[in-house]
């Protein structure tokens, strides 16, 4: 029977996207893997694959299409000797009939026809079995061969877990299922669900008809929320109305670091190397969450998870929203490492080409504006993680020098902002001192 193709949560949350490009048409044959669409996501444009093979018999969404939700039919796919004709009669239109509306379906008029709508098509194959749906009225995802087989092997479909794309049960998912086994569920998998809608929620406030009669008679131009803009806005609404941040400020002294960075970037230019302040900035916080690893931690809804590596993430402006691609096990990294990984991130992240996995995680972030000339500012914090660094411009500022004579340096004051369910003060104090010991002694981050 013919198998809807469904708009796919390519992030953890994506609620709708745009369907920006199909790179198949209909009558066109596909494998599983092929690369079919391009779709927008709230924060990338990414290629979506095939899972199950056959004939593209219609495309239902056209390319341009905004605002298509999650699970929303977006083409039909044939199996072999299967037409156009019968997409009509799919699974999908036949799971949205109510048994009440099946059984006033007009009988067959005698014995013989009774029994011609019982039997097969001499010759025809068996079709896989309408797709199930589970103790909550959801669909499950299945293929149509791994349907197949588990009517066969009389296999109850919401028992099972699927490997495939999105949870999707594949053909090995069933073969190497026992009748009546149970799937493993993540206690995790309901919360995760519900932030994850939650995530798309707009703020509230009044609606844009009130603000509009606020403004009547004034000149102004309208601009529609595109998928990034509206996550940026509910996630930011949800961190400052639910987290309880406090905020450490410290000035730090730079002239050693800007000093050790020349001689560094001297010996480092043979090769392309090019260090910019912001890499030793994300050294020096990977090596405190090390130094102090009771603040390298996320909050979790009723518990903490301290986390062993430094995944550092970094915010990276971008044209309607910015990115927080994430650097892993950045306390392992050498620095020019970090810089040639964080100018890949940052490169990918402004043409909207960055996968989730790489945007998604870290217990710590970095946010710089000092490049804007900014002196210093508060940053919000990105949940789950536990604080934020925000980091101001190097300015030059007359300082009290140990001897207590009056000199010059070149000052950078942060920020840090802790949410402090996780990290309590006295630790935070901790952790940002460990920060600032590490740039103001540039070399022993590489010790």
């Known amino acids: 029977m013919p198998t809807e193709i469904l708009m796919p949560a390519l992030s953890p949350t994506m609620e709708e996207g745009t369907l920006a490009k199909w ?84 009988a067959p008029k005698d014995e013989g026809a009774k029994a011609a709508a019982a039997t097969p098509a001499a010759g025809s194959a068996t079709p896989a079995p309408a797709a199930p749906k589970g103790e909550d009225g959801k669909r499950i995802f299945a293929s149509p061969l791994a349907r197949r087989i588990a009517a066969d092997k009389g ?10 794309p999105h949870g999707r049960i594949v053909k090995a998912d069933v073969e190497a299922a026992k009748p009546g086994a149970a799937a493993a569920k993540s206690e995790a998998a309901a919360p995760a669900e519900k932030k994850a809608a939650d995530a798309t929620v707009m703020p509230a406030g009044p609606s844009s008809d009130a603000v509009r009669k606020m403004y009547d008679g004034r000149e102004f131009e309208e601009v529609k929320l595109d998928g ?28 050693a670091l800007l000093k050790f960075r020349s001689q560094l970037n001297k010996q480092l230019e043979a090769r392309g190397v090019k260090l910019s302040v912001n890499d030793f900035i994300i050294k020096a916080c990977a090596l405190a969450l090390q130094s102090v690893p009771d603040a390298n931690a996320v909050w979790a809804g009723d518990r903490i998870f301290k986390l062993k590596p430094s995944d550092v993430a970094v915010a990276v402006a971008i044209e309607g929203g910015l990115f927080t ?63 934020i660094l925000a980091v101001g411009a190097g300015v030059k500022k007359p300082i009290v020098g140990a001897d207590g004579e009056l000199a010059v340096a070149t000052v950078m004051s942060v920020t840090l902002s802790v949410d402090h369910r996780v990290i309590d003060g006295a630790l935070g104090a901790e952790l940002l001192q460990a920060i600032a010991d590490n740039l103001e002694n540039p070399m022993v981050m590489l010790a």
């Not at 296999?155 to 495939?164: C, E």
């Open 23 to 106: 790179l198949v048409k209909e009558g066109d044959t596909v494998s599983s893997g092929d690369i079919i669409a391009e779709i927008e996501t709230d924060k990338a444009t990414m290629e979506f694959e095939a899972v199950d093979e056959g004939t593209i018999g219609k495309i239902l969404i056209e390319e341009g299409s905004e605002g298509v939700k999650v699970n929303t039919p977006i083409a039909v796919l044939l199996e072999e000797g299967e037409s156009a004709d019968d997409i009509d009669t799919s699974a999908s239109k036949a799971e949205e009939t109510p048994a009440e509306a099946k059984s006033e379906a007009p």
């Open 155 to 164: 296999l109850d479909l919401a028992q099972v877990k699927g490997t495939g």
């Open 228 to 255: 990034m803009r509206k996550t940026v806005a509910s996630r930011l609404t949800e961190a400052k109305q639910t987290i309880p941040h406090f905020y450490l400020r410290k000035d730090i002294k730079l002239d």
């Open 325 to 387: 691609p994430v650097l892993k096990d950045a306390e392992m990294k050498s620095l020019s490492a970090l810089s040639a990984e964080m100018k890949d991130l940052a490169g990918r992240a402004r043409n909207k080409k960055l996968a989730p996995h790489e945007y998604i995680g870290g217990s710590f972030a970095i946010s710089n504006l000092g490049m804007y000339g900014i002196d210093n500012f508060d940053a919000v914090i990105n949940p789950p993680h536990g604080a």
